[in-house]
């Protein structure tokens, strides 16, 4: 299995709509040859967890802009630890502020993605760091 | 003919010899780039002349300000008599947060207000619904009954000052609470003024404030327009939005066209529906733009869409008061033009963004703040924006004649280039059956996506040039203030709402959400419950759980 393609779950959790950099990397993804699945906005934590595990992805990308990311990222990570996945890696992009990484990345959260950051980052960090389970 | 032949003539033949230089001239300097385009993506060529806009006719095309096609603006005399209302969009943690800025800005020569409300508002959820967590007041201001809508509007002349609502799946509610507020205030309806956003077709599209599917959706946004026409006649019940389909990545092009052809479907719908004569509600449909970073394409969009409507309300709708030809819009400098890297330069972005949509013509105008990237604004970035609006108006000259770039062969070109590409997709989408069907395929969201996709490509290959992301970049992060919403407002604004459950008239409210449900399933106007169920401090989520009972929940597709 060590051929098989990547799967990716870019996931919008919370209110906000803010949906032009996930549907952007969401493409990006399906066009590095990953398999990708789009969650659509509006998703709670729990339907973000049930779903990687049911799709068995290999990462969960989170993004949000609306400032709900210090409860939402982190809540999404505890749900995949509690359910036995936390194989599953979690990265996040967004609006978050520098003051906030250190708490993102000690919840869990492998990455974090601010603007600016180019597609090619991105992408060279996932076949960097995610290998498929 | 635009022109007399012996002009053209002249000038073919001069532009011959201009066309021998230029060879010669990039032979020794070539050109910085092959290509030259605007932000859009559209090819802009080296030089225009008389004979790219030969074709036009002056009267047809062109004519007076306060005269059909309408190019020149709506006003006759422009800004002479009133410049546009400067409209700062604001809303921030509590009513009372939110209240206390208001008045910063009335203070400080703001003309309008406008509101911006947290998420779970905009969605129609209480601040307590689970659902809410970790929002309250993070986008917006937190409005949950008709209790915190009074501190809103505290101190706020309803009567006199226009307000608009950024508001869309539970305008009827939000709307609602403002009608109670100034009856309560001891203000008629038809003394109040503003605007509510309620444009759920670019939801759909772009900006994905989702709550009922498109048809019922439609539905309360003609029994707003039935509502206003008869009872609240100052009011503009729809702002027919294309500043979040830009801002979801779309081109000029796209923006101008899917916005108007939504337009279409909200008339055709309120005419079929209701039975309104058009002449009766046209006049108080109002729009809403984008002014994005290139400067003449957003001139140029700006007045073709004045003439688009003109023509589309005149000739397919057959409105024969010049009030329905108007096209009246609100813009707002673009967000996504803006960069969290080196903030400081935003104010430059921003103050030229506003000059396009003022040499457009705009009525309105929201420019953003510095911080906007990272944060709801502080009271000194908004001061700022606020400044470049009263800069242009009154320093820069500007406002002293009407449209200034009239007759520019780059800028007529480029109009009626923005006009016939706009026609072309209205074309499509009739040929689909109308937006809701367009909507239904998906294809204002794909064609979206691939102009956000392609954007972002050309951003990562430097072919689009943004400072401080791809170009100039420097490890100055330009560190500003930022405003922060304390958590602790979400812990306040639930116990206000759940004080405010325990005191009000259980019984009165069980009664308004029945009527309110009666009056849904038999296709009744909603407007008359909601302004009752609001008095009885029925909330923002109740009400909205009637509709997504009745109307069922729409989810987003998560097309890409």
């Not at chain 2, 796209?254 to 529906?273: H, M, S």
């Not at chain 2, 038999?522 to 009972?549: F, H, T, W």
Request: proline content about 4%.
């Amino acid at each position: 299995m060590a051929d098989r393609k990547l799967r990716v779950m870019v996931a919008k959790p919370g209110l906000d709509g803010h949906d032009r950099g996930a549907r952007v990397l969401a493409r990006c993804f399906r066009d590095a040859g990953f398999e990708v699945i789009y969650t659509g906005c509006h998703q709670t934590p729990e339907q973000i967890a049930a779903s990687a595990i049911q799709e068995d992805v290999d990462l969960v990308g989170l993004s949000c802009l609306s400032g709900a990311h210090k409860y939402l990222f982190p809540k999404v990570v505890e749900l995949l630890r509690e359910q036995g996945a936390d194989d599953i890696t979690v990265i996040g992009g967004g609006i978050i502020p520098d003051q906030d990484l250190k708490s993102m990345h000690d919840a869990g959260l492998k990455a974090i993605f601010v603007p600016g950051a180019t597609l090619d980052s991105i992408l060279d960090w996932i076949r960097t760091n995610v290998k498929p389970r | 003919m635009y022109f007399a032949k012996e002009l053209l003539e002249k000038s073919s033949e001069m532009r011959k010899k201009w066309e021998d230089e230029v060879r010669k001239t990039v032979a020794k300097w070539p050109d910085q780039k092959e290509r030259w385009s605007t932000v859009s993506d559209l090819e802009i060529k080296r030089l225009y002349g008389p004979e790219d806009i030969k074709d036009m006719d002056f009267a047809r095309d062109i004519g007076y300000p306060g005269q059909f096609p309408y190019l020149r603006g709506n006003q006759v005399t422009g800004y002479r008599g009133k410049y546009w209302t400067f409209r700062m969009f604001s809303g921030m943690g509590s009513a009372k947060d939110t209240n206390e800025r208001w008045h910063l800005l009335l203070k400080q020569g703001q003309t309008g207000l406008s509101t911006a409300f947290d998420f779970p508002t905009l969605m129609g959820y209480d601040t307590d619904s689970p659902k809410a967590r970790g929002e309250c007041g993070k986008c917006g201001v937190a409005i949950d009954t008709l209790e915190d809508f009074m501190v809103l509007v505290d101190g706020i002349p309803m009567d006199q000052i226009t307000t608009s609502m950024t508001i869309n799946p539970p305008a009827t509610a939000l709307w609602a609470m403002y009608c109670a507020a100034a009856q309560i205030k001891g203000v008629p309806l038809t003394k109040i003024g503003g605007t509510i956003q309620n444009d759920m077709l670019k939801e759909f599209i772009a900006q994905k404030t989702l709550m009922c599917p498109p048809e019922p959706s439609v539905k309360l946004i003609s029994d707003t327009v039935e509502f206003g026409t008869k009872h609240v006649p100052r009011w503009n019940t729809i702002s027919i939005s294309g500043y979040h389909i830009r801002e979801a990545g779309s081109t000029a092009v796209q923006e101008l066209a899917f916005t108007i052809r939504d337009g279409v479907e909200y008339a055709e719908d309120v005419i079929k529906r209701k039975g309104l004569q058009v002449d009766e509600f046209a006049p108080r449909l109002s729009f809403f733009f984008n002014s994005h970073i290139d400067f003449f394409e957003e001139i140029a969009k700006l007045r073709a869409a004045r003439r688009l409507w003109a023509k589309l309300m005149r000739d397919r709708f057959k409105a024969k008061d010049p009030r329905s030809w108007w096209m009246r819009f609100h813009t707002q400098t673009a967000g996504c033009s803006l960069t969290a890297q080196q903030p400081y330069n935003n104010v430059v972005r921003t103050a030229t963004e506003a000059l396009a949509a003022v040499l457009g013509g705009t009525q309105s105008l929201h420019t953003n703040s510095l911080d906007e990237v990272w944060c709801l604004p502080s009271d000194h970035a908004v001061q700022i924006a606020l400044r470049t609006q009263q800069l242009i108006a009154e320093e820069t000259g500007a406002a002293n004649t009407v449209d200034p770039l009239a007759g520019s062969y780059f800028v007529e070109a480029l109009t009626n280039e923005m006009e016939e590409k706009s026609w072309e997709y209205i074309e499509k989408i009739d040929d689909m059956g109308g937006m809701v069907a367009a909507i239904e395929k998906g294809f204002p969201q794909l064609e979206i996506a691939d102009a956000a996709y392609k954007y972002q490509n050309q951003i990562d290959a430097g072919e689009k040039i943004m400072i401080g992301v791809n170009k100039y970049v420097t490890e100055d992060k330009g560190e500003i203030p930022f405003l922060e919403i304390d958590d602790s407002v979400e812990e306040q604004q639930i116990e206000r709402l759940s004080a405010v459950r325990r005191k009000r008239d259980g019984k009165a409210v069980k009664k308004s959400l029945d009527d309110l449900k009666a009056a849904c399933k038999k296709g009744e106007n909603v407007m008359p419950y909601c302004i009752e169920a609001v008095k009885n401090l029925v909330s923002v989520q109740e009400i909205c759980d009637v509709y997504r009972e009745v109307f069922g929940e729409y989810r987003d597709p998560g097309l890409y």
